[in-house]
């Protein structure tokens, strides 16, 4: 009896996380999605001019310099590598112990392109930058939706990466566009099996940040899911999906080559990571130790907030598994677990950087009713002048 009740209750938990799971197209069924989907290009030019536009008449309003705001932190490293190239020896922060290692060449290499070497303003053309890269960052966005997701509202996708938490970092002088815009592009021709490009742009991926090197070792792990014991087969029938796992870190392994030519020092871009307060540990450790933070020291803010932004990606992590999107768990997990093991800091940049946890927050408002999943945007939108009020006053928290 007892057997039957827990049989009976194992198909009924298999049978809904059945109702959950998708199917991945053929390569052809993606293609001819990819090219049939219909991108409401107008949607997304009005959610960037009616977001930003409400950014900078916050700053306006503050008397503040949108422009500076939207250059600071990490926009200063950028600008300076832009203009005198990678530092020879440690310079920068309060013990000046710190370089401008830690950040990959290729959005300062556009940054230059776009200033013309340096003779226009930075903060001008980098926020210009950053926003165009975004217009066709979403524009993959919503070719994505239409081969994995099809029927799922473009629109709901757009105004939420437009206006939700953390967005502003779209709008500065940060890498964060790029990597959207090489990480939906890879996505796209993988599913569509165009592998030639794959390589190209795991390549560019992995010469942007170096979360971008996981995105070959997400692909192996949605290959052993998917495949078993038989994706070692076919991989001698496939060697352009070998040369993907060869040319994905090749950015990586280039950008090494310039730091041990310049510092001596292949790894400085991880060494250097000690001025910013990170040492590999456990992962779950420091998880635990930044939510005890709401029960011990309820107002030490930042700790606290930063572990339970990672609870969030995690439970949409959890929630694309459900769905069975391996590549796309696993480019959340290798996002959010490696950075953990280094501590909290920055922990909710790393997931709005990382499109994949925005495609999982966007599955969940898809399965509510449509006002109620517009009006949670709305909220977020809301919230998020009240990030960017602190952004203007440089709250270090926020970097």
């Not at 009924?12 to 959950?20: A, D, E, M, N, P």
């Not at 540990?281 to 020291?297: C, D, H, K, Q, R």
């Not at 280094?342 to 922990?347: E, F, K, N, P, V």
């Not at 109620?372 to 990030?387: Q, T």
Request: include cysteine; proline fraction near 4%.
């Amino acid at each position: 009896m007892n057997d039957t009740v827990a049989a009976a209750g194992r198909t009924v938990f298999t049978g809904s996380l059945r109702r959950f799971a998708t199917q991945t197209p053929a390569p052809q069924e993606a293609l001819s999605r990819a090219k049939a989907a219909r991108i409401p290009w107008l949607h997304i030019l009005l959610a960037l001019v009616v977001t930003r536009g409400v950014w900078l008449a916050i700053a306006v309003y503050g008397d503040q310099s949108y422009l500076h705001a939207m250059a600071q932190f990490d926009g200063s490293w950028f600008k300076g590598i832009m203009t005198r190239g990678y530092d020879i020896q440690a310079q920068g922060l309060s013990d000046g112990d710190a370089g401008n290692w830690a950040f990959f060449p290729l959005y300062p290499a556009l940054l230059w392109l776009v200033t013309l070497g340096g003779q226009l303003n930075p903060d001008l053309m980098g926020v210009l930058l950053s926003n165009a890269l975004l217009v066709v960052a979403l524009g993959l966005g919503c070719r994505y939706l239409a081969i994995t997701r099809p029927g799922a509202s473009m629109q709901l996708f757009v105004w939420l990466t437009a206006s939700m938490p953390y967005s502003f970092y779209f709008s500065a002088v940060y890498s964060e566009t790029l990597f959207w815009l090489l990480c939906f592009a890879s996505l796209i021709d993988w599913r569509c099996q165009r592998t030639g490009r794959v390589m190209l742009w795991t390549l560019l991926l992995s010469l942007t940040r170096a979360t971008g090197v996981f995105w070959v070792i997400a692909m192996g792990i949605e290959l052993l899911v998917r495949l078993r014991l038989f994706a070692f087969v076919e991989l001698w029938r496939r060697p352009d999906w070998l040369l993907i796992g060869v040319m994905g870190p090749l950015g990586l392994f280039l950008f090494m080559a310039v730091l041990y030519y310049q510092t001596g020092d292949a790894l400085a871009f991880s060494h250097v990571q000690i001025s910013w307060g990170r040492e590999m540990g456990n992962p779950f450790v420091n998880l635990i130790e930044g939510l005890s933070y709401w029960l011990t020291a309820p107002e030490t803010l930042r700790p606290a907030w930063q572990a339970s932004m990672a609870l969030v990606g995690i439970g949409l992590m959890a929630w694309l598994g459900v769905q069975r999107r391996w590549l796309e768990m696993g480019l959340a997990g290798f996002t959010l677990f490696v950075p953990l093991a280094t501590g909290l800091d920055a922990i909710p940049r790393y997931m709005i950087g990382m499109p994949v946890f925005v495609l999982a927050l966007h599955d969940l408002l898809s399965r509510v009713p449509r006002s109620l999943a517009w009006m949670l945007v709305a909220l977020g939108a809301i919230f998020n002048l009240w990030l960017v009020e602190n952004w203007y006053d440089a709250a270090f928290w926020l970097v």
